[in-house]
Structure formats: structure tokens, C-alpha cells
């Protein structure tokens, strides 16, 4: 019997797991575990706690419904008025999770972008323009000129700086560590950090930079930075522990 069930946190972490063990043949996974998430044991017979951290716009992944099902609104009236083109719009990710009266921009602002490209034809236009025609929480609209009608669902974030996420997911983790030294004592001989990289629900805002330039600090022993593959699984780990001196 073939058993359907969602994937969980825990499989999630599991996944992450074996990727470092995949990649790093020094290591095993003992088991599963909370506080940290996973123990690992090295071949010279010491313990080591993995903390597993998956990086993403939780903003973005909870609009993503409601981000295609305005595209979806916008499309229909630019079909209506007969406006053709490949349009992507680029939503403002913070000025849309802020919408207070969400049904009365789903009223007006399609409408409004119908009529102004159906006066200004497939050209491109930014947030200063849209702005000054009444139409927020859209950062950007690129277009193409072609004898259809599409439209396209992206989005544009600001992060300021020391709020990536690489060093949010850093800054939570190393608080972390303390507890788990004192709450472990000596099982673990050595604490390794993994994060996921980019992929589904994450944006590159300069902290995944920052992690493979080594230009960060952290307590723990080693950091990990877990590659996904382009369905978007988690299949291998490289090393981007920073030199300490």
C-alpha cells in the first residue's frame, strides 16, 4: 500500500545530515537527535553535535499563494484591455506581507497597471513610476513586446546590513551553542554548523557571499554550507569554516 505523507522538519534535517556525511567520509551518523539535531561520530571514535539551519524567506514562501493569484488578477485584466506583452512584475516582498486591506488593492491596482500599460505600450517601468500612478507594493515591472499576453511572478526583497540570512541563521546558532556545551557536557568533543544554501524560498542577499568568502566569525568547530540540487533536494556539503587566529 503506497502511504502519502508530508515532509517534516525532521526529514528535512535528516536529509541535511546525510549530506554532510556524504561528503565529509569522516564522519557517520550515529543518530538523530534534538539540541543539537544530529550526532555524528568520527572515525577516531570522538562525537560530534550537528546543528542544521535551512535558509529562507519565510515571507516570500508564505505569499507565494497569493503572489500568483494576483499575477493571475493582473493578467486577466491586461487581456481585457487588450495589452499585450511578456510582462514579469517584481512584488515588494515587505510592502505586500504589510497589506492591510488586501481585497481593495486586488481591486484597483490591476486595473490601474491595465490602463497605464495600455497608454505607455510593453515598456519597462520601475517602483517611482508605478508610484506616482497610485500602484504600491510593486518593485519593478519588466517587460518584453510580444502578440501575447503574459504575466509573470517574481519578487524583490531589501535586506538591511547584518540582517541576512546567513547571518541571522549565524547569530541564532552561536547562541545556541553555549546552552548546548553546558546542557551536553562532554558527548560532543566538537559542535559543526550546517546551513543550506540557495535554493527553493531563498534569496542570494549577500550572506552566502559572505559565507564562502570566509568573512564571518562563529564558535563553532566547523561551518558547513549545503548545496541543493536542482529539484531542489540537499545533496552535498562543502567546508567554509573561516581561518581563525
Not at 215 to 227: A, C, E, G, P
Amino acid at each position: 500500500m503506497t502511504e502519502n505523507r508530508r515532509w517534516t522538519k525532521q526529514d528535512h534535517e535528516k536529509e541535511a545530515a546525510e549530506a554532510v556525511v556524504s561528503s565529509f567520509p569522516e564522519v557517520c551518523l550515529h543518530q538523530m537527535r534534538d539540541a543539537p539535531d544530529a550526532d555524528l561520530l568520527h572515525q577516531d571514535g570522538f562525537h560530534v553535535g550537528l546543528e542544521i539551519v535551512r535558509t529562507a524567506d519565510e515571507r516570500e514562501l508564505s505569499l507565494r499563494k497569493r503572489l500568483l493569484a494576483v499575477s493571475d488578477l493582473i493578467q486577466r485584466e491586461f487581456v481585457a484591455e487588450a495589452v499585450q506583452g511578456v510582462f514579469r512584475v517584481y512584488y515588494d516582498i515587505q510592502d505586500m506581507f504589510d497589506q492591510v486591506d488586501k481585497r481593495a488593492w486586488d481591486r484597483t491596482v490591476p486595473k490601474s497597471l491595465a490602463i497605464l500599460f495600455k497608454a505607455r505600450g510593453a515598456v519597462s517601468v520601475e517602483s517611482a513610476e508605478l508610484v506616482a500612478s497610485g500602484i504600491t507594493c510593486i518593485a519593478q515591472i519588466e517587460v518584453e513586446e510580444a502578440p501575447r499576453t503574459f504575466v509573470g511572478c517574481g519578487w524583490r526583497t531589501t535586506t538591511e546590513e547584518g540582517n541576512t540570512l546567513a547571518e541571522i541563521a549565524l547569530a541564532s546558532k552561536d547562541q545556541k551553542l553555549a546552552r548546548y556545551r553546558v546542557k551536553n557536557g562532554d558527548h560532543f568533543s566538537q559542535y559543526w554548523l550546517a546551513i543550506a544554501s540557495l535554493g527553493p524560498g531563498t534569496v542570494e542577499d549577500g550572506g552566502f557571499s559572505m559565507l564562502l568568502d570566509r568573512s564571518f566569525q562563529t564558535d563553532y568547530d566547523r561551518v558547513l554550507l549545503i548545496n541543493h540540487a536542482s529539484n531542489g533536494r540537499l545533496v552535498s556539503a562543502q567546508d567554509v569554516t573561516p581561518m581563525r587566529t
